[in-house]
């Protein structure tokens, strides 16, 4: 078990199951949504996260059709994001872990729209977009 909270510690989680392949996303909505070069996301089932405190806090952005980003609209920490057309899935933001994982990024996907200021400098798989499952 896995658990995790929003900066202002206003919403807490557990993830009572294993996270998916961390995935370091470089789309331009999540180095925008995270303020940074990339995200860092691993799928978990919809049923492994459990919301243990906050859920008045919870807010979501549809960043793209069919796309939400949720977020605590306190401190605006990041936390998934889901897809209606996958209730089963969400993509879950791994910097919000409190937990300490063994878990290393898997790959890079979104490389053809990453920041033209940041250098990838590991020797794990690229991806211009997201790559077929």
């Known amino acids: 078990m896995l658990s995790g909270s929003c900066l202002c510690n206003g919403i807490q989680y557990e993830i009572r199951g294993e996270l998916g392949d961390i995935m ?3 789309c331009q909505k999540c180095r925008k ?3 940074s ?4 996301n691993a799928a978990i089932p919809t049923t492994a ?3 243990l405190k906050g859920k008045e806090l919870l807010a979501e952005y549809e960043s793209t059709p069919n796309v939400f980003r949720v ?3 306190q401190c605006a920490s990041p936390l998934y994001s889901r897809r209606p057309h996958m209730p089963e899935l969400l993509r879950l933001r791994i910097g919000t872990l409190d ?4 878990g290393k990024p ?3 996907i979104f490389v053809g729209s990453k920041a033209e200021w940041y ?3 590991d020797d794990k798989p690229q991806y211009d977009e997201r790559p077929a499952v």
């Open 37 to 40: 070069a990339f995200a860092a």
């Open 49 to 51: 996260f459990v919301l």
């Open 71 to 73: 977020f605590c609209k």
């Open 24 to 26: 370091q996303c470089h």
């Open 119 to 121: 250098d990838i400098c």
């Open 106 to 108: 898997s790959s890079h």
């Open 99 to 102: 937990t300490k994982i063994e």
């Open 33 to 35: 949504a995270n303020g």
